[in-house]
């Protein structure tokens, strides 16, 4: 096989509509009912984490940078009612960095300049959990003033798979790292590294150059991009439930001899579990040829 010499920047991945010039239609089909007119592109394959890692990540984090902690400046964690002088609770984020914890009620700001977890400052005197980020303090009998806020600035990481700073895994159980997709015509069947099976189906498929499922002639030319929405539902290992939807992505490649390809293959979308997780699917496959003819749909 000879190296592709030319392939064009993907669209953008997620779950974003796709607007493509020229390309307005609605396809049909259920992961029951099959169809040739599909035939032409094909996104089978094994799909594995994009950069490596964990193929569906925790939707909910907010990964930093690795190696780079994530900053809260004045969180707002209680409020005083001009009686009460011991407060506690839980911050929003968390495990927070060791020693950049520092909680602000009224004229009382506490730190923890040992990094031992017990927080001083102004005559008053607290703890913080830093795994937890449970945190309490006693304002030594001092009533912090109705309506007065305590806030709380620090640090914390978000510790995933693929080390500090990186989301997680986004599913209840065993961690999905891998998908081997097959496609025969709109079918869809999917199998993780687990071995579980999802089935689903292609909805509609497009591509800059115009043409779709329903084309007339089913002809997409050298650099174009393809966008194929599908849906998938199965059990995952844990025993839960799920339903997936988003897109496969591809651009029309051709080598020196005319042979075409369907390179630059993403899997982007949505993992929700039913009473479970819910998490992004970022997976990238190696280039797979395809036939390029003019074929006519039924």
Known sequence: MKQVRKTLPMLAGGMAVMILAGCDWSAGGGADSWSDRYKWVDFSGVYRGINGGVLITDYTATPGTPGVTNSVSGEHIGTGDGSATTFSGVLDHHPVVVGTISITAGAFTLTDPDGDGVLSGGGASGTIDYGTGAWSIDLGGVPLGS?????????????????????????SGATIYSFVVHQAGNTLEITDNNGATYKGSLGDVSTTGGVNQDSAVTTPAEGDQVV??????????????????????????????????????????????????TGDINGEASPIPITVTETSSP
Not at 157 to 162: P, Q, T
Not at 271 to 277: M, P, Q, S, T
């Open 228 to 277: 194929a929405q599908f849906t998938a539902e199965g059990i995952s290992a844990a025993g839960l439930k799920v339903t997936m939807a988003g897109t496969f992505q591809g651009v029309v490649a051709k080598d020196e001899d005319d042979n075409y390809y369907l390179t630059n293959r993403k899997m982007f979308g949505t993992w929700i579990e039913d009473g479970g997780r």
């Open 147 to 171: 309506g007065e806020p305590i806030e709380a600035s620090y640090q914390y990481s978000v510790s995933g798979s693929a080390g500090s700073g990186a989301p997680g895994p986004g599913t």
